[in-house]
């Protein structure tokens, strides 16, 4: 499992920052490639708007099909949903290069990390614009793919008796979840797995993977979604009553998203519309915004904040 490697190599890092602190050592980390790959820009509701006609500009970057990028303008009707588009995204491979005392160097990969670029005509660059005389709101649904493994060709040995026969399991959803429901999915059904699949948890015994008997049940079969059952597409203005009532503090609506401020090494569930994360009050990290609302005659655009596109980062499963 992706959680066991983030383990493994967060402790590899801890014993390399101890022995950082002793005379002839040293711990860096290095880029040692770099890479383009297609990646798809999130899904975005929007929603408001006070006449039929095409007031809202959208102005974006797209893949052109091969390694280049595209500017694109189009006008749209609310509502609707945009993005979803690819968009070429450079890359950087990074590694974990250390010394110890004795002058034995090692090194290991630390993960990947993206080359954000919010200027217009770069990778991450898409421009929402109000024209009309009333505000819009806009909602984001994460559109990464889902990573899955099967269990039994990812581990060969170390799993206990009491390890469930299943073998479709994954460590990545897209997000934001509603009820255990990626968004994206009650948006698109069409989009979902036609099979369930597990989370599993584990332990660490002696260096082997033992897991425990608790299994977590994604339901995808028939019209199962999460822990909803879904006949039909969910609308856009459904989808904006559950953002809408989770950044106002609703008591009835819980919106997730899993989030690792930079002093955690790993991401938790916890309510989108918290604005903070961290364990401490000196570990807080503001949160990226999947909601808000555009201005008449303003706009709004991707930025670290505002997450039109965004990197999921499990410590050494890393887009960003």
């Not at 797995?193 to 994604?218: E, K, Q």
């Amino acid at each position: 499992m992706q959680q066991l490697s983030i383990l493994k190599n967060s402790i590899l890092i801890c014993m390399c920052l101890l022995l950082s602190a002793c005379p002839g050592t040293y711990v860096e980390e290095n880029v040692i490639s770099t890479f383009t790959e297609k990646y798809p820009f999130n899904y975005i509701g929007l929603i408001g708007g006070n006449s039929d006609t095409a007031n809202v500009e959208v102005y974006f970057t797209e893949s052109d099909g091969k390694e280049k990028n595209k500017l694109v303008r189009k006008w749209v009707n609310l509502p609707c949903i945009i993005g979803g588009h690819f968009t070429n995204v450079t890359f950087d491979s990074l590694e974990i290069q250390s010394q110890n005392s004795l002058g034995k160097e090692s090194s290991f990969p630390s993960g990947r990390k993206a080359r954000a670029d919010y200027l217009e005509g770069g990778s991450h660059f898409l421009r929402i614009i109000n024209h009309s005389t009333s505000p819009i709101e806009y909602f984001i649904a994460g559109n990464h793919k889902m990573i899955t493994y099967d269990l039994n060709k990812k581990f060969s040995r170390g799993t206990s008796s009491s390890a469930p026969p299943v073998t479709t399991t994954f460590s990545l959803l897209p997000e934001v979840l509603y009820k255990n429901a990626p968004i994206k999915y009650l948006l698109f059904p069409e989009k979902k797995p036609l099979s369930d699949m597990y989370y599993l948890d584990y332990s660490i015994t002696d260096d082997c993977y033992v897991y425990n008997n608790r299994v977590d049940t994604l339901y995808f079969s028939e019209n199962r979604i999460g822990d909803l059952t879904v006949a039909e597409a969910w609308s856009i203005e459904d989808v904006m009553k559950l953002y809408r009532a989770e950044y106002h503090q609703s008591i009835d609506t819980v919106l997730q998203i899993k989030f690792s401020a930079k002093w955690e090494n790993y991401p938790r569930l916890s309510l989108l519309g918290e604005k903070y994360e961290g364990g401490y009050i000196w570990q807080y990290e503001a949160k990226p915004q999947y909601y808000g609302k555009i201005l008449a005659g303003d706009s709004v655009q991707t930025s670290d904040k505002i997450p039109f596109i965004n990197h999921v980062c499990y410590s050494f499963y890393c887009d960003k």
